[in-house]
């Protein structure tokens, strides 16, 4: 009992940590001196780094998508509506969730063990010694940087996989590439519009990545900040930062999905 | 038996007699006052000790018995459980996190392991602290990093191109020297300077802190064990034992001192 309510208080205190370090961290988004240097090469490391990971993993998704569903819809002579099936599979859950994951991998523990190797060799105290503070210097630039490049990514995600769907169904299956396109387009559509032009689950699409680019810039740096133990203690964090970022993508997308379906709910 | 209150004033005094006022006494930069702290045990119990402008102070004592938390407590990294600090005849213990950076910024800290950014290079590491605390120009900056590490014997064009990694320990050490001292602050604070250092580079890390000294006039303190190397560059020496203050006063008293712990340190 004992054990359970130290683990209870243990886990409500690091959810506290964990909310105020986000609060300073974007509070600081407003405060001189504004680290813009730092921010872009968080975006080229993030962002740029991570492009070659999520593009394969957005390919290989869609194609796969496109060959399963091939084998339930051929068996009614659907295979033409493989366009939808593929396109709202990855703009409304695939892209974001999958490409950010891809993300949590390799950028989030990135975070961890600079920021975590950065506090093993006491350079976050060298930091408070010049009198910066570590969050604005490295936390809000990490968090604004994952914010800005995680909707660019799971757009090329989309993009890609509706791109691999289109490759395997017009090689493999036969379907015509227009017909498969106006399936893709078609899904967009009858989920209605935004502004009357931006489809909605293209909205649900993009605003779903800014919150988990959010999550995993958050979470590395929480666990890189939380680092002891030398070198051990890095690894360790990298681990923690990975796994947590991952679990709390999935667990948000899920409340996400239905936030998105009551505030938005598809037309017709 | 003495009490609490007597403790403290006989502390004051003692310290009066190193404190600072128009008298023509030097002045006081840095005053610990009956500073207690623990954590899972006692770190700090009742320690107090004073430095004056340009006098370089030498903390030493056994590993773990508390050196390098007084350097963290002067920096208000960490707040004492009990007692008073005052850094440049400020109490810092109610500063604000944002007066605390203020603070700082007056201070050099030189890391056990230089603590220099990985990602930087030589010339970003001396220079951040300009960038982050100063508003000179690209020009003006270039110029100040280059006059640093000359200052501490390194050859500017060589080396402010490398990465930390690229560099020995001494010079590592010497460009973590220049970075603390880049902005020229009043008071520089060592944790252990020379530590894993050939006895060559023990050497120059000293003279340079005598420069320092001599030069710049600064402020410095030095907590370290190695008391063969402090007792060259300290004017006087603070013994830690358990967190206690066990011994003061000059290295030469330290060396006459006829106490059985510090012969053993001291042997």
């Known amino acids: 009992m ?34 813009a240097r730092d921010t872009v090469i968080q975006m080229d490391k993030i962002g740029f780094g991570s492009l070659p990971i999520v593009t394969l993993t957005g390919l290989f998704t869609g194609m796969v998508l496109a060959l399963q569903s091939s084998v339930e819809l051929s068996r009614f002579g659907a295979d033409v509506f493989i366009g939808n099936l593929v396109g709202a599979s990855m703009i409304r859950e695939l892209g974001p969730v999958l490409a ?18 950065m506090r093993v060799t006491e350079q976050i105290d060298a930091l408070r010694s010049f009198g910066t503070d570590p969050i604005k210097k490295l936390v809000t630039p990490r968090i604004l940087a994952a914010l800005i490049v995680m909707p660019m990514l799971a757009v090329v995600c989309d993009a890609v996989g509706i791109f691999g769907g ?103 | 038996m003495v009490t609490r209150e007597e403790h403290v004033r006989a502390i004051r005094d003692e310290l009066e007699e190193g404190g600072g006022d128009a008298s023509g006494r030097p002045e006081e930069v840095i005053r610990l006052e009956d500073v207690s702290l623990t954590f899972e045990r006692p770190v700090l119990e009742g320690v107090s000790l004073y430095a004056n402008r340009g006098e370089t102070l030498l903390v030493v004592g056994e590993s773990g018995t508390g050196k390098s938390t007084i350097l963290k407590l002067i920096l208000r990294q960490l707040l004492p459980d009990e007692g008073h600090i005052y850094v440049f005849g400020r109490e810092i213990t109610d500063l604000s996190f944002d007066e605390a950076l203020d603070m700082r910024r007056r201070i050099g800290m030189v890391f056990q392991h230089a603590a220099l950014f990985d990602s930087m290079s030589v010339f970003e590491n001396v220079a951040y602290p300009l960038r982050e ?117 000059t290295p030469e008293e330290m060396v006459a001192a006829d106490e059985s712990y510090i012969n053993e340190f001291l042997s």
Request: contains cysteine; aromatic residues 8%.
């Open chain 1, 2 to 35: 004992r054990q359970v309510d130290g683990w209870l208080v243990g886990t409500a205190r690091g959810v506290q940590r964990y909310a105020v370090l986000g609060g300073r961290a974007l509070r600081f988004t407003f405060a001189r001196p504004f680290y």
């Open chain 1, 166 to 268: 289109m490759l395997v169904a017009v090689f493999s299956l036969g379907v015509p590439a227009d017909a498969y396109l106006r399936g893709v387009w078609s899904t967009l559509a009858e989920s209605g519009f935004v502004l009357f032009v931006i489809p909605l689950d293209f909205v649900g699409g993009l605003l779903k990545p800014f919150v988990f680019g959010g999550i995993i810039a958050l979470t590395g740096c929480y666990y890189g900040l939380a680092t002891t133990g030398g070198t051990e203690g890095v690894g360790r964090s990298t681990t923690q930062a990975v796994v947590t970022a991952s679990v709390l993508i999935l667990a948000v997308d899920y409340f996400l999905t239905q936030a998105l379906l009551a505030v938005l709910p598809p037309v017709g």
């Open chain 2, 133 to 249: 605390n100063t508003d000179f120009d690209e020009h003006r900056i270039v110029e100040t990093v280059r006059e640093r590490l000359a200052f501490v014997d390194l050859d500017p064009d060589q080396v402010m191109r490398q990465l930390p990694s690229e560099l020995s320990g001494g010079m590592r050490k010497r460009v973590g020297i220049a970075r603390a001292i880049a902005t020229d602050p009043e008071l520089v604070l060592y944790d252990e300077p020379t530590s894993g250092l050939d006895p060559l580079t023990v050497g120059t890390i000293n003279t340079l802190i005598r420069k320092l000294q001599r030069e710049l006039g600064v402020t410095s303190i030095l907590v370290s064990h190695d008391i063969r190397a402090g007792f060259r560059v300290a004017s006087r020496v603070n013994l830690l034992r358990d967190g206690k203050i066990a011994f003061r006063g």
């Open chain 1, 100 to 117: 950010s994951l891809m993300v949590a991998s390799r950028a989030g523990s990135g975070i961890a063990a600079e920021i975590g190797s």
